[in-house]
T-cell receptor, first 113, second 112 residues
Framework: KAGVTQTPRYLIKTRGQQVTLSCSPI?????VSWYQQTPGQGLQFLFE???????NKGNFPGRFSGRQFSNSRSEMNVSTLELGDSALYLC????????????FGPGTRLTVL | GESVGLHLPTLSVQEGDNSIINCAYS??????FIWYKQESGKGPQFIID?????DKRQGQRVTVLLNKTVKHLSLQIAATQPGDSAVYFC???????????FGTGTRLQVTL
């Protein structure tokens, strides 16, 4: 069974631009969550999508948004990029319901110059 | 590529010894705990989990202990191997939600 895939793996943008990251969950997983990982703040929850609806949201500004498609694939978007948005963005999928583990993708390394 | 913090606490262990990694969690309402391993350039990989109605759970070479009284979690790795070198994170959540709250992580270095 294929794991969680994320594209692109690496991205370089400049301040003020916007970026879209993509995540394909494990087949059959309907819940997709996004996390930001930085040396200073560690791993922080961004949001979760289930059945194309945002089900939970972390403490990030409105510049961070996401969506989920009917095939459970998800995208996250960051608008008006700031230097502090440089991070590893991780996507995780899980079976909905119950105490099910989250499976993480390899992440997208975003660098904002 | 570099994917974890530069100033993580580090545990150095000799190959073949047992490792114990500790974690203090913050939310007394948390009822599900997970240990993840993250190698450089990769996403976190599930190791073992435990629910709050248990105080110990064993896997292959790993044991997780949960002390709810002091909100403490530990991961024990038996017969540590070079392939165990990585950053280890504990994570907690409440109920069946997907939102995980991660600890700061511990870097495990296995020396030969």
């Amino acid at each position: 069974k294929a794991g969680v895939t994320q594209t692109p793996r690496y991205l370089i943008k400049t301040r003020g631009q916007q970026v879209t990251l993509s995540c394909s969950p494990i087949s059959g997983h309907r819940s997709v969550s996004w996390y930001q990982q930085t040396p200073g703040q560690g791993l922080q929850f961004l949001f979760e999508y289930f059945s194309e609806t945002q089900r939970n949201k972390g403490n990030f500004p409105g510049r961070f948004s996401g969506r989920q498609f009917s095939n459970s694939r998800s995208e996250m978007n960051v608008s008006t990029l700031e230097l502090g948005d440089s991070a590893l963005y991780l996507c995780a999928s899980r079976l909905a319901g119950g105490y099910n583990e989250q499976f993480f993708g390899p992440g997208t390394r975003l660098t904002v110059l | 590529g570099e994917s974890v913090g530069l100033h993580l606490p580090t545990l150095s262990v000799q190959e073949g010894d047992n490792s114990i990694i500790n974690c203090a969690y913050s939310n007394s309402a948390s009822d599900y705990f997970i240990w993840y391993k993250q190698e450089s350039g990769k996403g976190p990989q599930f190791i073992i989990d435990i629910r709050s109605n248990m105080d110990k759970r064993q896997g292959q070479r790993v044991t997780v202990l949960l002390n709810k009284t002091v909100k403490h979690l530990s991961l024990q790795i038996a017969a540590t191997q070079p392939g165990d070198s990585a950053v280890y994170f504990c994570a907690e959540n409440t109920g069946t939600a997907s939102k995980l709250t991660f600890g700061t992580g511990t870097r495990l270095q296995v020396t030969l």
